[in-house]
């Protein structure tokens, strides 16, 4: 393994590391050479930071971007494809991302359902606030606006893709994504987690997958047993099963602090949010999507009930 920090030779794999980890800043790139050109697995996104990391990144390692044969999306959020803007004005890859995320890369509107737009909308509409709230705006207004692709070719869970000397398993991982896939590459042990595991949990949502595909993709990448984990934000995770473990706590934790709340008595929606989340500005988004997806799992364990807006423990 060979490093400046930025950009790592990964056995083969010659990652462009993002310069922070933290949104809105773009996802880390995944760089394969091969003799026909080079493969890319997410391109970053769309605003400067974006456009310069996938730049000069590519120029670090001597690539051209018309010699790009192949993308993989890991899924259709703006931090990954983003920057596909750019590269469809220099040309066309074949462009792979999983069935369930197909809508969204086609007509990114469509993530105003998987981001549960709708449903945060539902609860503050007795307040009358963020009913104008318009994602694809959202992403422009912090320089990470979306990008559309016309064509795609469809992957599924199981696939095997072949990129230069890897064979990369396409794991389908939503929780954060519905078609959110992680890919393993069994030779080298190497698991690319997507959003899934980094410093902190990615936001998740009903539509998404929820808390219960979040665990469940969590248990699914725990059983490749990798070698290395590479995240979509942040540096190398050089013991996988801790790195994933540490999510799940994260995780976990959430479910504890709401319950904690409930004991003291039944509380609202929006009395569970601010005990979850301090700051106000991100109680409509993505605030609402990770309570509704705390419910829905607690719900189904059989440790709450809800009644209209009264929310209490199950006795
Ligand atoms: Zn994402
Ligand atoms: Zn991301």
């Not at 703006?78 to 074949?94: N, Q, S, W």
């Not at 369930?100 to 503050?124: R, W």
């Not at 230069?164 to 929780?175: A, K, R, S, Y």
């Not at 301090?278 to 009930?305: A, T, W, Y």
Request: glycine share 10%.
């Amino acid at each position: 393994m060979t490093s400046d920090k930025k950009y790592i030779d990964v056995q083969g794999i010659l990652v462009i590391f993002a310069e922070s980890s933290l949104w809105p800043d773009p996802a880390n790139i995944f760089v394969i050479p091969d003799d026909r050109g080079f493969s890319m697995i997410d391109v970053g996104g769309r605003g400067n930071s974006g456009y310069n990391h996938l730049m000069s990144g590519l120029d670090h390692l001597g690539l051209k971007l018309p010699d790009l044969h192949t993308v993989v999306l890991s899924h259709a959020h703006p931090d990954h494809m983003g920057a596909m803007t750019y590269i469809l004005e220099e040309v066309h890859p074949k462009v792979l991302i999983h069935s369930l995320d197909v809508v969204s890369a086609l007509n990114p509107a469509n993530l105003h359902y998987t981001f549960d737009i709708p449903l945060a909308k539902e609860k503050y509409a007795s307040s009358g606030e963020h009913q104008d709230f318009d994602l694809l705006k959202f992403f422009d207004d912090f320089g990470c606006s979306m990008s559309a692709v016309e064509e795609v070719e469809e992957i599924h869970e199981g696939d095997v893709i072949s990129l230069g000397d890897f064979e990369f398993e396409v794991i389908l991982t939503p929780g954060h994504a519905p078609g959110h896939i992680s890919l393993f590459e069994k030779r080298t042990g190497i698991l690319l987690a997507g959003d899934l595991v980094g410093n902190s949990p990615a936001w998740y949502t009903p539509n998404s997958g929820g808390l219960t595909g979040y665990l469940e993709s969590l248990d699914k990448l725990e059983s490749k047993d990798a070698s290395l984990l590479i995240p979509s934000h942040g540096m190398i995770v050089d013991n996988p099963s801790q790195g994933i473990d540490r999510i799940r706590g994260k995780l976990l934790k959430r479910e504890e602090i709401l319950m904690e709340a409930l004991k003291d008595g039944p509380k609202s929606f929006m009395e569970l949010n601010a005990a979850l989340f301090r700051h106000e500005i991100i109680h409509f988004f993505p605030g609402c999507g990770i309570i509704e997806s705390h419910l829905i799992k607690l719900e189904q364990d059989g440790m709450v009930n809800r009644d209209g807006d009264v929310i209490c423990l199950k006795s």
